[in-house]
């Protein structure tokens, strides 16, 4: 076999295949065979068939496209291998001869990862991020805490927002009853938006026994009658109010496993000091990344620029149906405009390309190697951290396929941990620093086997949050 490269742009290339004439004939044959075994013809067992026989029932024609459907893939992927050819995408092939009088001639375009020329990754600087907790973080949750506990008992005054009231509701369209959205005794938030703005607007006020009547529109995406104006009753049947239970050490013993309220705070401020080192380190290790990147000129190939800009219409398409939205409604709720998506989606697209490449060839010359271990824990990672049942993620790990996703992303983890452990990170705290602030637990004895879900499970959010491709 002689092959030869042509690189038509700095990711496509052209590869020439020459086979010779004895190795086609014998692709001929092995389609001969083949075929013997799919044909019947009296007086022959089935695999027993004469070639000639073959050829004279169906013509020459049939064995030579069997042979060429089956042989030209070998010998573009024997080809690529002889030329070092690391394809991202699928090639276009074109058969120029294929005969076992003059052998085969194929031509193969294709876009391959481009060569990288890499720098020192050593000494970048980056500031590590303030990661210690805002003023106010530790009453925010130990409000959140105390909404949980919280009490609903009924009142006698009029209702206000953050009141509850219990509700009877029917819906009539032209008269005719919505029997899907009527609703008995239930209880409502006051201001909540639940139902229909207006609903919010009447109920400020009310009181037990009021019977509130008006017209409004039902949500547009409300299932058939989505959009259309209808008349509301509702009958307010009590008010009730929240009771929020004192923040104290009886609140800490209900609510938690300690004995003081300054103990519940301590163990609050230390939770949420763990995980926001936890992005810190994700962020310090995105920017240690982005600042080797921006001095590395990558041509990006467009297959996998195009698969990228894919996946994340698709992420963000299945996060609006997550929601019950469309994907217009979901952009405008996180403030994306529409006629701008394409164009945020792209710049995406090439950044995530890039820190890709980067860190394979990175991975490549430093020559970075992943354990079976390594694999299934960054799996389990990634998976337990998106929130799959354990089960499934159980389920994931033992698919090979999904193991082998899971071992490239691996080691480029392991590749971007060599860059970031040779920069420079300003600020960075030391052990001590995070002892002190209770986000690491003193050493203890080695886990056992058999806890890499467990392991996964705890660990802080530290690795970039791109998803596995």
């Known amino acids: 076999m002689k092959t030869s490269v042509d690189r038509l742009e700095p990711t496509k290339v052209k590869l020439t295949v020459e086979v010779e004439p004895a190795d086609v004939a014998k692709a001929f044959a092995a389609a001969a065979r083949e075929l013997a075994q799919e ?27 069997r042979a060429q459907e089956r042989a030209v893939p070998g010998y573009v992927v024997a080809a690529l291998r002889a030329e070092s050819l690391d394809p991202v995408g699928r090639p276009t092939i074109e058969v120029q001869r294929f005969s076992e009088a003059e052998g085969a001639a194929v031509e193969a375009t294709l876009e391959v ?18 990661w210690d907790v805002p003023e106010g973080a530790v009453g925010e949750q130990l409000e959140y805490m105390r909404e949980k506990f919280a009490e609903i008992d009924e009142v006698s005054r ?13 819906v009539r369209r032209d008269g005719t009853p919505i029997d899907d959205a009527a609703a008995q005794d239930a209880l409502y938030e006051v201001g909540s938006g639940g139902v229909t703005p207006m609903l919010d607007e009447m109920l400020l006020g009310g009181t037990a026994g009021a019977i509130l009547k008006y017209e409004d529109a039902l949500p547009a995406d409300y299932p058939e009658h989505g959009g259309a104006t209808v008349e509301f009753q509702v009958l307010v049947k009590d008010v009730r109010a929240k009771k929020l239970p004192p923040l104290d050490d009886d609140f800490a013993q209900t609510a938690s496993e300690f ?27 995105g920017r240690v990344l982005e600042a080797y990147a921006a001095g590395i000129d990558v041509p990006l190939p467009e297959t996998l620029l195009t698969a990228e800009r894919a996946g994340r219409v698709d992420e963000l398409t299945n996060q609006a149906t997550a929601y019950g939205l469309d994907l217009d409604t979901l952009l405008q709720a996180q403030g994306i405009e529409p006629d701008k998506l394409e164009q945020q989606i792209g710049t995406e697209a090439e950044r995530a390309v890039k820190a890709r490449l980067v860190l394979d060839a990175l991975a490549e010359q430093e020559a970075v190697m992943v354990t079976a271990e390594e694999v299934v824990n960054h799996g389990a990672q990634y998976l337990l951290r998106r929130g799959y049942p354990r089960e499934e993620v159980q389920r994931a790990l033992r698919d090979r396929d999904t193991l082998a996703v899971f071992a490239v992303d691996a080691r480029r983890a392991k590749a971007l941990d060599v860059l970031v452990a040779a920069a420079n990170i300003d600020g960075e705290p ?27 499970a705890e660990e802080p959010a530290t690795d970039d949050e791109e998803p596995p491709a």
Request: avoid cysteine.
């Open 39 to 65: 044909v019947n013809i009296p007086g022959f067992r089935k695999g027993k068939v004469p070639r000639r026989l073959i050829e004279a029932r169906f013509g020459a024609d049939v064995i030579a496209h």
């Open 113 to 130: 990862r481009p060569p990288i020329d890499l720098p020192d990754h050593s000494g970048i600087r980056v500031s590590f991020p303030e």
């Open 158 to 170: 009029p209702a206000t927002t953050g009141d509850f009231v219990t509700i009877d509701l029917v």
């Open 259 to 285: 004995d003081t309220l300054a103990d519940l705070e301590a163990d609050v401020r230390a939770q949420l000091r763990r995980v926001r080192y936890g992005q810190a380190r994700a962020e310090v290790r």
């Open 430 to 456: 030391t052990e001590a620093d995070l002892l002190d602030a209770g986000v690491l637990n003193p050493p203890t004895a080695e886990p056992g086997d058999g806890a890499i879900l467990d392991q996964a």
